[in-house]
């Protein structure tokens, strides 16, 4: 099969992974303050993310096809396939989507410190659980200053058409640090800062398949499996900022996620930029209950 067909197919892939899911879960959307034993928080919201390689990448695809069908002569080079799987592993791990994500916190411990409360948060893609725990509270109760480790695990992430291209199976795993800093006006307004780090390891197998293989270029055809997409981490180094407005027990929360993300995977034996800013903006509703 020609190359422009594997580009087409790349390039089906990139715009199809648009609608999915958020590749993970960057947002906060919680108070500050710990939760009290026996508290209770549930939290939806609408997580939408937009990565500055995912555009580029994109731009640089579409130009390359472009340049292809105006030509119309001779198959597409490897140089071309490469920047194509790029466009559509960046569509994959970084995709301009939007997507919901329900989070429950619930408060279980005050022996330690301020306190102990942990939470689960699910965006369609990843679930994630953390412990946080309360570092400082103000007499008044009004600032409070909390750490949170958290972890999520992700079972596939990369379609079956990209697993086959790079001829590996991907599983990833999020470790995510925080510390949190914020303020509040009782039962009326709270709001928060989080500088975090989140580790992301991405593990890879070869998923060796001879008639993929046999659709490669000649020039890729005799690497070693565990060539196309070795195991590699990528690191997120940021914050979250927002803010939760209502009364009492039910609250809208506005948050926001900026990032800087390090990752540079070896793809068909090199070494590629995919790194980047993330932006992250959420919007939900947040309710309370004693």
Request: a negative charge; charged letters at 20%; aromatic letters at 12%.
């Amino acid at each position: 099969m020609k190359l422009r067909t594997i580009l087409l197919g790349l390039l089906m892939v990139s715009v199809s992974v648009i609608s999915t899911g958020c590749a993970t879960s960057l947002t906060n959307m919680t108070q500050t303050r710990v939760l009290e034993p026996g508290q209770v928080q549930g939290s939806i919201g609408f997580q939408t993310d937009i990565h500055t390689k995912t555009i580029s990448g994109f731009a640089d695809a579409a130009k390359i096809a472009a340049d292809q069908v105006t030509d119309g002569s001779g198959e597409i080079s490897e140089e071309t396939f490469r920047r194509a799987l790029d466009a559509a592993l960046l569509y994959k791990f970084f995709p301009i989507s939007s997507s919901p994500e329900v989070i429950g916190r619930f408060g279980v411990w005050d022996g330690l410190l301020e306190g102990v409360d942990v939470g689960i948060r699910y965006n369609g893609s990843v679930i994630k659980g953390d412990v946080r725990v309360g570092l400082y509270e103000s007499p008044d109760r009004a600032w409070a200053v909390t750490a949170q480790l958290g972890y999520g695990r992700q079972g596939s992430v990369a379609s079956s058409s990209i697993e086959w291209l790079t001829l590996t199976e991907m599983s990833r795993n999020d470790f995510d640090f925080a510390v949190s800093a914020g303020w509040e006006y009782p039962e009326i307004f709270k709001a928060y800062v989080a500088p975090r780090v989140l580790i992301s390891t991405i593990s890879s197998k070869p998923k060796l398949s001879q008639s993929v293989r046999d659709r490669l270029p000649e020039s890729l055809k005799g690497l070693d499996p565990h060539q196309f997409f070795p195991s590699t981490s990528m690191v997120y180094y940021g914050a979250n900022t927002g803010f939760l407005v209502g009364y009492k027990y039910v609250f809208l929360n506005i948050d926001l996620s900026v990032f800087r993300i390090d990752f540079q995977p070896v793809v068909i034996n090199d070494v590629r930029d995919y790194g980047g800013w993330v932006i992250a903006p959420t919007i939900g509703v947040t309710g309370f209950l004693n």
